[in-house]
């Protein structure tokens, strides 16, 4: 009997394709056309004479999908797991999987935080305490998977403690505390605009409804009370802007913005998602699992012809930076070399020992997330994140000690035990097997430079490299 | 003076026209950023003749400039009084650490919404237009100082380089400049080959977002590689230099702040921590002061000899200062407060004068008797002093329509030690 690989090296050499020709990253077919949605998507793409990315494969599919959804690159065993899997509906199953963890909830919580600018005294004077709970909040709001019209009038309607009720801070998370900026932050939240770019009607609309805001103070320290005085229309205003396209349209190119780097995509892909998502009751997994079962979502991140159009009609998925929070994560997690981060500000100083994406206020950080574009959430603006690498990012990749004392701990610990260190390390970073090809190259270069020199480097290497530090 | 009376005062003194110009704009600053809040005190307002419970008897000595005293904790600095001039009466209003930190470093009342730049980033924004060196153009050694005294609103770009590490190690490993400690120039080379072969990336430089990940890493290496690194190598200054730096670690980021004025970067902090002396004051004093006292000295002296002195504006403060009585009684046993209402502050070079006192405080040093300092005084005066108008707009790309530094206060910037104009006589 023949086994299944030499069956396949005859079928080579009988077909005379070279072997491994073949691309790692993507599959040798077109993305399946599945739902109503990819065919409006393929509809798209034939009009606009677009040549779509070949469909990605398992290792970065399933890469991938932990990075957009939870937050991290998969473990060694989350990867085989899901590229030896055979069946064939594994895609969208990984995507109810993931949608469904706590995990999920808190890396969705850190996006709204840059949102809502959830962070401690600088600019905004709120108070760790307060931050924590307005996190919180988020959080169970999310892991309830809150339908998002619900979740946008606990914020808009609250009032109250800003130390009790959570919500209560979407009006105190501003830089000053009167009418115009709790004006100016439901239509960010709601719209997608600051107050100054709606028209002239709906502007008045929005300070006319927000005109009896007041705060006043307690005797606990740095404690506020939210309250409305005279009419309280802010149930009217609610009622009408949910009705608007633009409410859910905002909630959809947020998402978008999430999961494929940029908002600029072509109309009728968010027009028939927005569409979706009033129709299915504003249900936030559901819009998050028709995007990412999607076909724009299942191609793959290498494609011929213009680049940018194709990223723009959903026909590859843009290669970019791995987010700050995600790349830390990331990192603590291959390393088992968690990170502790700070605030000074304010005294007393906090510490958090654990994932940079669950920090609850911005002001708790560190220098690698400093570095590496973590939003400062002073103004909310989805510009302050940056996801762009630079060469300050590159010399700190190469150089920090604080890193190569976390790499060193691969070696030295986590894998010490592996018999195949080189396959251990290619999970881990790149979450598949190295090639025959990457093995002879290391066999290549081990015997110039001696095997054990150069595998000492390697985690240092694949770090560096463009596999590991891009979304893809 | 305004124009009126300038054109009838050069219509009067139609002498032999001398020209005048202006002093030359400072090129460099070194900041001593005295994190925590040094006490008045036990540096340059000494007060020998109060009693006990606020002196707890320290005694002032004389310094190379007669009627110059200053305590006896600052020996060595006491011999080139000629060189700086002490401000004895900063005051404001914050006695927290952040939010007087925030105002010393931006010369903002906190509060505002916005997050406005250090002066640190002020000076690397509008020094770095000229600036070409490897270097960012600010600078901060040791530790970062927290997001209040950074870049603010002007961005990213203007962010500080933090160096991390230890200038006193055998090897000062400056974070992202120089390779980690244990490293051979072998392994580094193998490291950088093996990069080159095992990034299958590599391939797709046509994707936007690669090539400029290509881009940033060709210009990371080349600044590696560059003059950078070499600035942090103090095995480069000889070991009396280093010496007279002393062997601690602010001792070597003096000196490191030298080299780095020599590289032309326009902005350096050292942050120098570990004066919030609430418990134990006195025992903390004295190791903190001696440490300072001698790396300030070496410092000064050294940028003269150097001829930097008069490039380089040195300025020296915390956040505050501490509170004029001892507090001997459980649980401080002798310690001192954060105190805002009177505090010192140091400056030096740049062309401003030295051997000047600016400001008389009262006799335990608690109250402004005369000439108050507010932060932007100071602030406002190092901005001019470097060239830059500290009542001009910020610029346009921050959308913020203010000036870079609120208005100077009644009794303005310390134009009493801004250099006299160099007459370039006679020429008609």
Redo the contacts between chains.
């Keep these: 009997m023949l086994s299944v690989k030499q069956i396949f090296i005859c079928a080579v050499i009988l077909t005379g394709i070279p072997l491994f020709s073949q691309n790692i990253y993507l599959k040798s077919k077109k993305t399946e056309i599945i739902s109503q949605f990819d065919k409006l998507l393929a509809e798209l793409w034939l009009d606009e004479n677009i040549s779509p990315a070949n469909e990605a494969s398992d290792c970065v599919m399933v890469r991938r999908l932990y990075i957009d959804l939870a937050g991290r690159v998969p473990t060694p065993a989350e990867a085989l797991s899901y590229i030896g899997d055979k069946n064939k509906d594994k895609q969208s199953e990984l995507v109810k999987k993931l949608l469904n963890t706590e995990e999920h909830a808190m890396f969705m919580t850190m996006r709204y935080g840059d949102e809502l600018r959830i962070k401690s005294e600088f600019p905004i004077n709120l108070w760790p305490n307060a931050a924590f709970l307005y996190t919180r909040t988020i959080f169970e709001a999310l892991k309830n998977n809150m339908p998002y019209d619900k979740f946008a009038a606990c914020m808009i309607l609250s009032d109250g403690s800003n130390f009790r009720n959570g919500y209560a801070n979407f009006f105190r998370a501003v830089p000053q505390k009167n009418a115009e900026n709790a004006a100016d932050a439901a239509a960010k939240f709601l719209l997608g605009k600051p107050l100054n770019e709606l028209s002239y009607w709906q502007r008045k609309k929005f300070l006319n409804t927000f005109e009896g805001i007041r705060f006043k103070s307690t005797r606990e320290w740095k404690e506020e009370i939210v309250y409305f005085t005279g009419n309280d229309t802010r149930q009217t205003l609610l009622n009408d802007i949910v009705k608007e396209k633009d409410f859910s349209l905002n909630a959809v190119k947020r998402t978008w913005r999430w999961i494929f780097g940029s908002d600029n995509v072509h109309p009728e892909i968010t027009d028939f998602l927005a569409d979706r998502f009033r129709s299915n009751k504003y249900d936030i997994r559901d819009l998050l699992y028709t995007i990412c079962t999607s076909a724009a979502y299942r191609s793959g991140s290498i494609c011929d012809g213009d680049y940018q159009k194709n990223a723009q009609m959903g026909a590859v998925y843009p290669m970019r930076r791995l987010d700050a929070e995600v790349l830390a994560d990331s990192i603590a997690q291959i390393t088992n070399m968690p990170v502790t981060y700070s605030s000074v500000i304010p005294e007393p100083f906090s510490y958090y020992k654990g994932r940079a994406a669950a920090l609850p206020d911005g002001s708790i950080t560190d220098k690698f997330l400093l570095i590496f574009g973590r939003p400062s959430r002073d103004s909310g603006a989805a510009d302050e994140r940056k996801s762009i690498i630079t060469a300050e990012q590159r010399l700190y990749l190469f150089n920090s000690s604080a890193l190569n004392n976390q790499l060193n701990n691969i070696l030295r610990k986590k894998i010490k035990k592996e018999k195949d260190k080189l396959t251990a390390l290619y999970l881990l970073f790149y979450s598949r097997k190295p090639t025959a090809a990457e093995r002879k190259t290391f066999h290549e270069m081990g015997k110039k430079v001696k095997s054990w020199k150069l595998l000492n480097r390697m985690p240092w290497v694949l770090l560096n490299s463009g596999e590991f530090l891009f979304q893809h | 003076m305004n124009m009126f009376a300038y054109i009838i005062l050069s219509a009067l003194c139609s002498l032999p026209q001398t020209t005048e110009k202006a002093a030359p704009p400072a090129k460099s600053v070194i900041e001593i950023w005295v994190w925590g809040g040094p006490s008045q005190l036990e540096t340059f307002d000494p007060k020998p003749n109060a009693p006990a419970e606020y002196n707890n008897k320290y005694k002032a000595i004389p310094t190379n400039v007669s009627g110059i005293e200053i305590s006896e904790m600052l020996p060595n600095l006491a011999k080139h009084a000629d060189k700086y001039s002490i401000i004895r009466t900063m005051t404001h209003r914050h006695n ?3 939010t007087a930190s ?1 105002l010393m470093q931006t010369g903002r009342e ?6 406005f730049p250090a002066i640190g980033a002020l000076v690397a924004f509008y020094k770095g237009m000229d600036y070409k060196g490897d270097l ?1 153009p600010y600078v901060i050694l040791t530790k ?1 100082k ?3 005294a950074e870049e603010g ?1 002007l961005g ?1 770009k203007f ?1 500080p ?2 160096t ?2 230890n200038p006193n190690a055998a090897r000062f ?9 244990g490293l051979s120039q072998a ?1 580094i080379s ?2 950088f ?3 080159d ?6 391939k ?1 430089n ?5 090539s ?2 290509d881009a ?2 060709k ?3 080349r ?2 590689n560059g003059t950078a690194a070499k600035v942090f190598d103090l095995s480069q200054e000889s070991d009396e230099i280093r010496n007279r730096y002393g062997r601690n670690e602010f001792g070597q980021a003096c000196l490191t702040a030298r080299r780095l004025v020599e590289a032309g970067v326009p902005y350096i902090t050292i942050n120098a921590q570990g004066w919030d002396s609430h418990k134990k004051h006195f025992e903390t004093m004295k190791k903190k002061t001696a440490e300072m006292d001698q790396a300030l000295a070496a410092l000064l002296e050294d940028l003269a000899q150097k001829n930097l002195l008069d490039s380089t504006i040195v300025w020296w403060s915390g956040e505050f200062g501490r509170t004029p009585k001892i507090q001997w009684e459980a649980p401080w046993n002798g310690g001192r407060n954060h105190y805002a209402k009177c505090f010192s502050a140091l400056i030096a070079g740049g062309g401003f004068k030295g051997g000047k006192v600016i400001g008389v405080s009262d006799s335990v040093a608690g109250t402004v008797v005369s000439r108050p300092v507010a932060p932007q005084d100071l602030l406002g005066s190092i901005l001019e002093r470097c060239g830059i108008d500290p009542d001009s707009e910020f610029p346009a790309f921050t959308g913020v329509k203010e000036p870079l530094l609120p208005k100077e206060s009644k009794e303005g910037r310390l134009r009493e030690i801004y250099p006299e104009n160099i007459k370039c006589g006679g020429e008609k």
């Design positions: 927290g650490h952040e925030y906190p509060g505002s919404g916005r997050v960012p970062p927290g997001r209040f609103f990213e962010k380089l933090v991390g590490g490993s400056v974070d992202g400049i120089t390779p980690p400690g392994d193998m490291q080959e093996a990069l072969k095992f990034d299958n990336f590599r797709y046509q994707i936007p977002a690669l400029l990940f940033a890493g210009e990371a290496f600044k590696m």
